[in-house]
């Protein structure tokens, strides 16, 4: 098997990360009510309309998240890559 660069993965990770939360953060911005429909519904009628914000957006509020989502997804790829790596050393190819 071929061994992950952690650092080329947890970059990737990274990357796709932050992207996907620029795009919600916008999706969110421009349809807010919309937003937390798509959303409710993955949590089967949870309720989350009580999340609803009439709050102004601030850039700071969007960096830290931009920045949260960004390094949880760095760390995330990172460990992905270690794990693949350790569990590829071990992993015994049966020929039947």
Do not use: E
Request: charged content about 10%.
């Amino acid at each position: 098997m071929d061994r992950l660069n952690s650092w080329r993965t947890g970059s990737a990770l990274a990357l796709a990360a932050g992207t996907a939360s620029l795009i919600c953060a916008l999706a969110i911005f421009l349809f807010q009510d919309g937003m937390i429909s798509f959303v409710n519904a993955w949590f089967h009628g949870l309720g989350l309309t009580i999340l609803r914000s009439d709050k102004p957006w601030i850039l700071g509020g969007l960096a830290y998240g931009l920045f949260g989502a960004t390094l949880t997804g760095f760390l995330n790829g990172a460990l992905f890559a270690c794990s693949y790596n350790l569990v590829s050393k071990y992993n015994v190819s049966q020929s039947h």
